[in-house]
């Protein structure tokens, strides 16, 4: 038995695992990269960053390790709040025989005031919410959206262009038409015809919810890239004496195109899925400033730094700061992620 | 005579982040002034890396010994500055590489690129450097020079780019020319010729060359001195006829041996094993058994290819036409021409893997063309083929385990997954190779090993009939004939049958029953390799016969005498 396995050839998985283990720059991005989706799962099993809507802090409260730090705006807020006393209007009020009905009920509802603390561990933004647990929440959402539409925009472009590249002739002629059609629209004016279509047309039901609207927006503008490279590769690839002797051996054109060919060209596919998803978080981010992106009930890395903008002008820099770090972080360890997946699954660097 | 270049103690070692590889372990030969040296080795013997020493043309990761010496005319060049090397280079020690078509820039004209070299050492100004260009396309007979300098690097064939190299490299009346591998890449007739015009332009010039190859036979016509490498250190250095008549050493004696001769038709091919054993090699003649009944028939196909001359214009572009042959079980069929002559298109053909334009192709009496893939597919087990590059013929990306199993599994051959891997190990047995072969990557052999590797692929479904479409053609000599004793093999004890494509019409002759050669789409002889080589009918066959290096015996000087 031990014989067969001997000769048994190692689970690509396995393989890819253990060199991934030996360089070490992979190893720390894949730790990181883990890291974040272990935070982003927890984040929507609502383990983490729950309540990153309620106004914990005063406005624009300091970060922990500024805690002394003058804050004007929280001042003036509670200024205004002490003032605002309501003048007794009984009197002329028509409707002052309700006001009994109405502070009975209001007694009947339980309205917590929570304590607002004047320093939160990274900071508040101008309600007094968490920045930090705004980060983390935006986190699933931007990471969210730029992994699934890349992946998405990812799958069309290796399928159509492999189709294209290995079949040729009509095929390729047709795909290209399409892809001359999507190239040629402007790519903001496409987003925006999307936006509009699936926000207010008869599919808006459908996408009500909120981000798919901007994975599947992303994903349709953005295959083409990804389209232009897998074909070209399976242009190469198809005349090489290895896809002949596959085709010799009686493999089909679907084991050719996938299981032979595919691996040969993945590292051109790893590099363009890691600057997709870099470019589709940098695009949520845009959409999201212009209104078009995730809803307003949600956070994502794009509305904090819509937000911060404002922000920075009164000084208030930690929302800037955190969604940035966040983004950073993430950006650098995926792209460092997908260039040694790259070389993992090269058998010639070893 | 006295010595132009003298090496001595030369050490290269290559340094990788991990490892250091020594690839020249202290070798010393010497170039006199107006003779021929030739350096002589298998690939990876470290004969590319000693020439390139001398213009310090090596690699970043190139660690030169610092006991090493490379005197040119007694100066040192592993101690001359950078400026030094520049004006040397081009100018008194100029090089030929083997890829005419990757050493020329394919964005400049001819006219361009030799008078660069002119302008760059002479300071000549533009319109004579053009002019003595011309002069110089002349000297290397380029037809036409003056109207070739305005020509790219494509518009031109093989030989003729590596004339145009040649060009370059004389321009400055160099006191040496390095000339690596200059033939390899080149048809067997133009070999001849290119390698004419270097010994007629060194006799001419008075200059030295230095001539690399892994052919001893080819050396042979035209060295006056020949050094053997083989893992970077010399087996046997000395002038030329010594080499031929008294070799010493018994790697060199293999070297001689190993190519097929043409006079004996042995068994099996001697192999440099045989040698540094001491194993004395086959000499009774090889068995062939008579014909039976065709295996594989190939009747009067045809291919066209349709080039797109305009928007709706097409050309017929006829690459086979009118190829016939019959091979029965345990025989070959050999298919003998230079590039561009049709061969592989037949064999693309046989396989089905091109739709012939007209003609059949029958496999034990069933019509291949026209099949549909589901009715072929219980056919391609029936036939499989070998091609001619095994560093483009294996899945990169997969290990020689799964790349074995692959056939068994498409054709169900075997009860179980694990009985498919006990079958593929025996087959890495059959051809030679361990069983722990099976978890490794193509990279991570040799040519022949690899060639090894798709010969087991191929015999994976149990074929009967083996395309081998130019399978020894990129391996040296001395691997090509272990592979050609392994295929001889396997057709003895499996009775395979065999189409034989080669541009060697030697290792054709030695491994074929019926020959065919082929030119320009279309067979111009046939018949059995004795009679082809006794009397040639076609003036095409004869210069493919006189092409075939002879080694001393076949001296380009006495030749042309």
């Known amino acids: ?350 | 005579m006295s010595a132009l270049v003298a090496v001595s103690d030369l050490r290269v070692s290559f340094v990788t982040r991990r490892t250091s590889v020594d690839a020249v372990r202290g070798v010393s030969f010497t170039v006199r002034e107006d003779a021929t040296l030739a350096l002589v080795g298998e690939s990876g013997s470290g004969k590319t890396v000693s020439a390139m020493s001398i213009l310090r043309l090596l690699p970043e990761n190139a660690v030169v010994h610092p006991a090493s010496r490379i005197a040119y005319r007694g100066e040192n060049l592993l101690e001359a500055s950078a400026a030094r090397l520049r004006a040397l280079r081009g100018r008194d020690i100029s090089a030929v590489f083997q890829e005419p078509m990757s050493s020329l820039n394919p964005v400049l004209t001819v006219g361009e690129q030799v008078a660069e070299v002119l302008r760059l050492h002479r300071r000549m100004t533009s319109r004579a450097a053009v002019e003595r260009a011309a002069e110089l396309l002349a000297e290397v007979g380029i037809p036409e020079p003056r109207a070739r300098l305005r020509a790219y690097p494509h518009e031109l064939s093989g030989g003729q780019q590596q004339r145009v190299m040649i060009a370059m490299a004389i321009a400055n009346e160099p006191k040496l020319l390095i000339a690596d591998e200059p033939t390899t890449a080149l048809d067997v007739t133009v070999q001849r010729q290119v390698l004419e015009l270097i010994a007629r332009l060194r006799e001419r010039h008075r200059m030295s060359v230095l001539f690399i190859s892994h052919d001893l036979g080819l050396v042979g016509e035209l060295a006056d001195d020949v050094v053997v490498m083989r893992d970077g250190v010399v087996r046997e250095a000395g002038p030329v006829e010594r080499i031929f008549h008294a070799p010493q050493d018994p790697y060199t004696r293999a070297l001689l041996a190993c190519r097929p001769r043409l006079d004996a038709r042995p068994r099996r091919l001697p192999v440099i094993d045989d040698f540094m054993r001491g194993r004395a090699a086959a000499i009774e003649p090889l068995a062939r058994p008579p014909a039976g009944a065709p295996a594989l028939q190939a009747k009067q196909l045809r291919k066209e290819f349709r080039l797109r001359t305009g928007f709706f214009a097409s050309r017929a572009l006829v690459a086979v036409s009118d190829v016939s042959f019959d091979v029965s079980r345990g025989r070959t069929v050999g298919l003998v021409g230079e590039s561009g002559s049709g061969k592989t298109t037949v064999a693309r053909l046989m396989l089905r893997l091109l739709e012939p334009t007209a003609g059949e192709a029958r496999l034990d009496g069933t019509e291949l063309t026209g099949l549909k893939a589901a009715e072929l597919l219980p056919l391609r087990r029936r036939i499989q083929i070998v091609f001619q590059n095994p560093y483009a013929s294996l899945n990169p990306r997969r290990n020689i385990g799964r790349t074995l199993v692959e056939p068994m599994r498409i054709h169900r051959l075997g009860a179980s997954e694990a009985h498919r891997y006990e079958r593929a190990r025996e087959l890495l047995q059959r051809v030679g190779l361990p069983a722990d072969a099976m978890q490794r990557y193509p990279h991570e052999f040799s040519g022949g090993q690899r060639q090894r590797i798709a010969i087991a692929r191929a015999l994976a479904v149990e074929p009967e009939v083996l395309v081998c479409d130019e399978p020894v053609s990129a391996l040296d000599v001395s691997v090509q004939a272990t592979v050609l004793n392994l295929l001889l093999d396997l057709q003895e004890s499996l009775g395979l049958a065999y189409v034989f494509i080669s541009h060697d019409l030697a290792v054709v002759k030695y491994m074929s029953d019926e020959v065919l050669v082929m030119r320009a789409g279309e067979v111009v002889e046939r018949g059995t390799p004795e009679a082809i080589f006794a009397s040639p009918q076609h003036e095409y066959t004869r210069k493919l016969i006189a092409a075939i290096p002879r080694g001393y015996e076949g001296r380009y000087s006495e030749s042309r005498a």
């Open chain 1, 1 to 350: 038995m031990a014989a067969v396995l001997d000769v048994t050839p190692e689970n690509a998985w396995t393989a890819l695992w253990h060199r991934l283990q030996q360089d070490r720059v992979g190893a720390v991005s894949l730790g990181i990269v883990v890291a974040y989706l272990v935070m982003i799962l927890f984040a929507a099993a609502g383990w983490l960053a729950r309540g990153w809507s309620v106004e914990v802090g005063v406005p624009y409260a300091n970060p922990a390790f500024l805690g002394d730090r003058p804050n004007l705006e929280a001042s003036l807020a509670r200024r205004f709040e002490q003032k605002g006393k309501v003048p007794d209007l009984r009197d002329v009020d028509p409707l002052a025989p309700k006001y009994d009905e109405w502070a009975r009920r209001t007694a009947e509802l339980k309205s917590t005031e929570p304590e607002r603390s004047m320093t939160l561990p990274w900071g508040g933004d101008r309600w007094g919410r968490d920045v930090l647990a705004k980060a983390i929440k935006g986190s699933q959402v931007s990471i969210a959206v730029g992994v699934v539409a890349a992946l998405c925009a990812t799958f069309i472009g290796t399928l159509l262009g492999a189709l294209a590249g290995f079949y040729g002739r009509w095929v390729s002629d047709f795909l290209e038409w399409v892809y001359n059609v999507f190239t040629s629209i402007p790519a903001i004016l496409l987003i925006f015809t999307l936006a509009a279509v699936l926000r207010s047309g008869p599919l808006a039901a459908l996408f009500a919810s909120g981000i798919w609207t901007v994975v599947i927006i992303l994903a349709v503008t953005g295959w083409t890239g990804m389209y232009r490279l897998v074909r070209a590769e399976y242009m190469k690839h198809r005349e090489r004496e290895y896809v002949l002797a596959a085709q010799a051996i009686g493999a089909s054109a679907a084991s050719r195109m996938f299981v032979h060919i595919l691996p040969n060209v993945s590292h051109v596919i790893l590099v363009q899925l890691s600057l997709l998803v870099v470019a589709f978080i940098k695009v949520e981010v845009i959409l999201s400033f212009l209104g078009l992106g995730v809803p307003v009930d949600m956070v994502s890395w794009g509305t904090m730094l819509s937000e911060a903008q404002t922000e920075l002008i009164i000084g208030k820099w930690w929302q800037l700061a955190a969604a940035t770090v966040f983004m950073a972080i993430f950006l650098t360890a995926f792209s460092m992620l997908t260039d040694s997946l790259r070389d993992a699954l090269d058998p010639k660097l070893r």
